[in-house]
């Protein structure tokens, strides 16, 4: 189909079309289906009588396919990627119907087979056109409510942790190409997509790793370069740095950077070099605490996650205790914890159950980190009381509340707007509510107030 024919007019008067006809072979399908007398005359002759005089498959089999096809149509409706599979599930059982009635079938009528040319044909067209809608764009991947979406640079790990299944499931690190991940994150800019999480089994992996020790053309600094080049995405995120992996060039980047967040993810499980050595983390305590350091000294408003794994086998009190005064002296703005389970594939499965640590204890630990890492984030929002950030707006309602959150993770929450959602404001951050700050509009002068925050 031409590009001059395939528009949006043509778009729209073909999906109505098809969601006219649809609806109609769904209606009578139903109708077939439940046994509607009077509504049955209204199904073609040969559909009545193919669907009589077959076998009960046959029957489920059609009503089946006019169902899938009804829900492709949907979809195209919507505009939804997902129409595409379906639709061709659609067609393809038409055929496999068809097919089947045509082989057992010794003679066919004339007005029979026209009737199930026609059919086949508009299973096939749409099938058909609908790839066609997606290679000319029509077809979004993302849901309309999307403000923030996840874009996978790497996958696998170099590193053998005792409780980590992924190199056993997923092999070595790899990472996605330079083009590749840059192409992507520009379609997303299209979408309207403004967040980008930049995920990975390790990203600390990715590229030629900080040090240059892997085999890749490009290094994780050369990748956020580009990235920050693509104008219509709002931010950058990333996730999942299992290793102390920035440099100081990475970190001035980001600092400099309007659209990489100061965002950092950090995992390192303990903060017990005993208990690391016992987990085979392959980095020591320090490179992480001089990590955390030098975030701070380029980055003082950074938003630092740490995870935690507690109960591993081994852990006892004291190592534990370790890692709290560690926390409880680190410059980090929350814990994210969990608790150690065995996991098949791993090292640690299977071989240290007399270490074990009871539920109870690991229980207890999960929740002493969980007050500790309220305290810490109480505190990281008292640090930015009166400083200026940039909103972004998710493009969602929950329960009756609009969530947004600056550069560096603040949380925000403020009454439903539809004409905020997926918009960036310039705003003040005035007071703390729980796990969200409140804040007034900069550009506007709409105050976000206690009272306010009282109604939401």
């Known amino acids: 189909?031409?590009?001059?024919?395939?528009?949006?007019?043509?778009?729209?008067?073909?999906?109505?079309?098809?969601?006219?006809?649809?609806?109609?072979?769904?209606?009578?399908?139903?109708?077939?289906?439940?046994?509607?007398?009077?509504?049955?005359?209204?199904?073609?002759?040969?559909?009545?009588?193919?669907?009589?005089?077959?076998?009960?498959?046959?029957?489920?089999?059609?009503?089946?396919?006019?169902?899938?096809?009804?829900?492709?149509?949907?979809?195209?409706?919507?505009?939804?990627?997902?129409?595409?599979?379906?639709?061709?599930?659609?067609a393809i059982g038409m055929i496999v119907l068809i097919s089947h009635h045509f082989y057992i079938t010794e003679y066919i009528p004339r007005y029979e087979a026209v009737e199930m040319f026609l059919t086949l044909m508009f299973y096939l067209f749409l099938a058909w056109f609908i790839v066609k809608a997606r290679a000319n764009g029509y077809l979004s991947k993302f849901s309309k409510e999307k403000t923030s979406v996840s874009l996978k640079i790497q996958e696998g790990c170099d590193h053998e942790c005792a409780y980590c299944p992924i190199p056993s499931r997923k092999g070595s690190s790899k990472s996605d190409t330079l083009k590749n991940i840059l192409a992507n994150a520009e379609s997303m800019a299209l979408e309207g997509i403004k967040d980008v999480f930049l995920i990975g089994d390790n990203i600390g992996d990715y590229g030629t790793g900080e040090n240059g020790g892997l085999k890749h053309l490009h290094s994780f600094y050369d990748l956020l370069n580009e990235l920050d080049k693509i104008g219509d995405i709002s931010r950058f995120?990333?996730?999942?740095?299992?290793?102390?992996?920035?440099?100081?060039?990475?970190?001035?980047?980001?600092?400099?950077?309007?659209?990489?967040?100061?965002?950092?993810?950090?995992?390192?499980?303990?903060?017990?070099?005993?208990?690391?050595?016992?987990?085979?983390?392959?980095?020591?305590?320090?490179p992480y605490k001089e990590l955390f350091i030098n975030?701070?000294?380029?980055?003082?408003?950074?938003?630092?996650?740490?995870?935690?794994?507690?109960?591993?086998?081994?852990?006892?009190?004291?190592?534990f205790n370790e890692t709290v005064r560690f926390l409880q002296e680190a410059d980090v703005s929350y814990i994210r914890t969990t608790v150690y389970t065995a996991k098949v594939g791993t090292k640690a499965f299977g071989t240290l159950k007399?270490?074990?640590?009871?539920?109870?204890?690991?229980?207890?630990?999960?929740?002493?980190?969980?007050?500790?890492?309220?305290i810490k984030l109480h505190t990281f929002y008292e640090s930015q009381l009166g400083k200026e950030k940039f909103v972004l707006f998710e493009n969602k309602i929950r329960?009756?509340?609009?969530?947004?959150?600056?550069?560096?993770?603040?949380?925000?929450?403020?009454?439903?707007?539809?004409?905020?959602?997926?918009?960036?404001?310039?705003?003040?951050?005035?007071?703390?509510?729980?796990?969200?700050?409140?804040?007034?509009?900069?550009?506007?002068?709409?105050?976000?107030?206690?009272?306010?925050?009282?109604?939401?």
Not at 250 to 276: G, H, Q, V, W
């Open 354 to 374: 007399k270490d074990a640590v009871p539920k109870s204890v690991c229980n207890k630990r999960k929740n002493a980190l969980i007050g500790l890492s309220k």
């Open 237 to 286: 995120t990333f996730l999942s740095i299992t290793t102390p992996m920035f440099s100081e060039r990475t970190l001035r980047f980001i600092k400099n950077s309007k659209r990489i967040s100061p965002y950092f993810n950090i995992r390192m499980d303990s903060a017990s070099d005993e208990m690391l050595k016992k987990m085979n983390r392959p980095f020591p305590l320090k």
């Open 1 to 90: 189909m031409n590009s001059y024919f395939f528009n949006k007019i043509t778009f729209k008067v073909v999906t109505f079309i098809a969601l006219f006809l649809s609806i109609s072979l769904f209606v009578l399908g139903a109708t077939r289906f439940i046994q509607i007398d009077f509504l049955l005359d209204f199904l073609p002759k040969y559909t009545r009588v193919i669907l009589n005089g077959s076998s009960k498959w046959i029957y489920y089999a059609y009503s089946l396919t006019v169902v899938t096809n009804f829900l492709a149509v949907l979809l195209l409706y919507k505009r939804n990627i997902l129409s595409v599979p379906v639709s061709k599930y659609s």
């Open 399 to 456: 329960k009756g509340s609009l969530y947004g959150y600056t550069n560096n993770g603040v949380k925000v929450k403020t009454v439903w707007d539809s004409k905020l959602g997926n918009t960036l404001h310039e705003v003040r951050l005035t007071g703390i509510k729980r796990s969200t700050m409140l804040f007034e509009f900069l550009e506007s002068e709409i105050l976000i107030d206690d009272t306010t925050a009282k109604m939401i």
């Open 295 to 319: 975030i701070k000294r380029l980055m003082p408003d950074a938003y630092i996650i740490v995870e935690i794994l507690v109960g591993f086998p081994g852990e006892t009190d004291a190592l």
